[in-house]
C-alpha cells in the first residue's frame, strides 16, 4: 500500500519536531497516534526509518532519503492548494528563512519590514546565524549564503561581499598605517580560532590571536572594544567606518571576496510570497554600498 499524503506529511513534522510527543503537540493528536502511524508507515514501506532510543531519535539511511522525499511533496503539494486558492488575494502566509546574523541586521530586515508594510499577511520566521543551516533539512524557505551557492539550490546573486582588516584608530595613534600585514607588528589580533593564516593578496601570515569570537558581531564589538586588529565582513562594520569607530587597514584591500546569493529549494510552483519578498531583497542589495556589484 502506498503511504498517503497526510502520512507523509506526518512524518516530516515528527523529524522537525525532533520527537513523538513534540509531533503530537504540533498536530493536535495523542503521542500514541502519532507513534503507531510512524509504526504503521515503516510496515507499509518495509524498511524502519527512525532508530529510537530511550533518550533520542535518529533517522536511518533509508529514514533520511523517505524524509527528503515527504518534505518535498508535501511542500509541493501544500504550494499548489495554496496557489489555486490564492491567485487572485493577498499574498500570505510564513515564509522561514535564514541569514548570517551582520547580513540579517542590515540587509534582511529592513527587505522583511518593506515587504510586511505592502503585504501585513506575510509572515516571518527569522533564524540569524553564522553557523550554516541546511536550507532544505531546516525547512526554510530561503538562506542568504556566501560564497557560491550549494548544489541542488535556486539561486539569486545578491552582490559581492568582501572582508576587510579592521582596527580601533586609536590604536594606530602611535604609528603609520601598516602596508602589509608584517607591518602589523605587534598589534594584537581577534579571531575565530588559535592560530589562523591571514592573507593580503599572495602574502600570507601566521596569526595567534590574543582574543577570540565565534561571531561577525562579536569580532566588531571586540573591535571596537579596542581588543585589536579583526579581520571581518565588510558588512557587518560598514557603520562603524562611516561613524569613525573602526578605521580600515591596506588601504581597503579585501582578505577575502566572493558572492553572495539567495537560495531555496528547488521546486514547481515558486509560493507568491516568496517571489515578492526576493524582489524587494533583491532592490534592497542594490541599493546597499557593503555589497558590491
Known amino acids: 500500500m502506498t503511504a498517503r499524503l497526510d502520512d507523509m506529511a506526518l512524518f516530516a513534522t515528527v523529524v522537525r519536531e525532533g520527537s513523538f510527543t513534540a509531533a503530537a503537540r504540533a498536530l493536535g ?8 502511524r510512524v509504526a504503521k508507515l515503516e510496515r507499509e514501506l518495509g524498511v524502519g526509518l527512525l532508530a529510537r532510543s530511550t533518550r533520542r531519535m535518529r533517522l536511518t539511511d533509508p529514514g533520511e532519503r523517505y524524509h527528503r522525499a515527504c518534505v518535498s511533496v508535501v511542500s509541493l503539494a501544500e504550494e499548489a492548494a495554496q496557489d ?22 542590515e540587509l534582511l530586515l529592513p527587505a522583511v519590514a518593506e515587504l510586511r508594510e505592502r503585504h ?15 536550507v532544505i533539512e531546516g525547512g526554510f524557505d530561503l538562506a542568504i549564503r556566501l560564497g557560491e551557492p550549494p548544489k541542488g539550490l535556486d539561486a539569486r546573486k545578491l552582490g559581492i561581499g568582501k572582508q576587510l582588516y579592521v582596527v580601533r584608530p586609536d590604536l594606530l595613534a602611535a604609528r603609520a598605517q ?10 594584537p589580533c581577534i579571531g575565530r580560532s588559535p592560530v589562523e593564516r591571514w592573507s593580503l593578496g599572495r602574502r600570507t601570515r601566521r596569526i595567534e590571536p590574543a582574543v577570540l569570537v565565534n561571531t561577525h558581531e562579536g569580532l566588531r564589538r571586540a573591535a571596537c572594544l ?16 562611516r561613524g569613525g569607530r573602526l578605521e580600515v587597514l591596506f588601504g581597503g584591500r579585501p582578505a577575502l ?9 528547488t521546486r514547481a510552483l515558486v509560493p507568491r510570497r516568496l517571489e515578492l519578498f526576493l524582489e524587494v531583497l533583491e532592490a534592497r542589495a542594490r541599493e546597499w554600498a557593503p555589497l558590491g556589484r
Open 84 to 105: 489555486v486558492r490564492r491567485a487572485h488575494s493577498e499574498p500570505s502566509g510564513l515564509l522561514r528563512v535564514t541569514a548570517p546574523d551582520f547580513l540579517g541586521h
Open 257 to 265: 571576496q566572493g558572492p553572495v546569493h539567495a537560495v531555496w529549494r
Open 226 to 241: 579596542g581588543l585589536g586588529v579583526a579581520r571581518v565582513a565588510h558588512a557587518s562594520v560598514a557603520e562603524d567606518v
Open 29 to 36: 493528536v495523542t503521542k500514541q497516534s502519532v507513534s503507531e
Open 120 to 134: 501585513p499577511g506575510v509572515r516571518f520566521e527569522l533564524v540569524l546565524s553564522d553557523k550554516r543551516i541546511d
Open 178 to 187: 601598516p602596508r602589509s600585514l608584517a607591518g602589523l607588528g605587534d598589534l
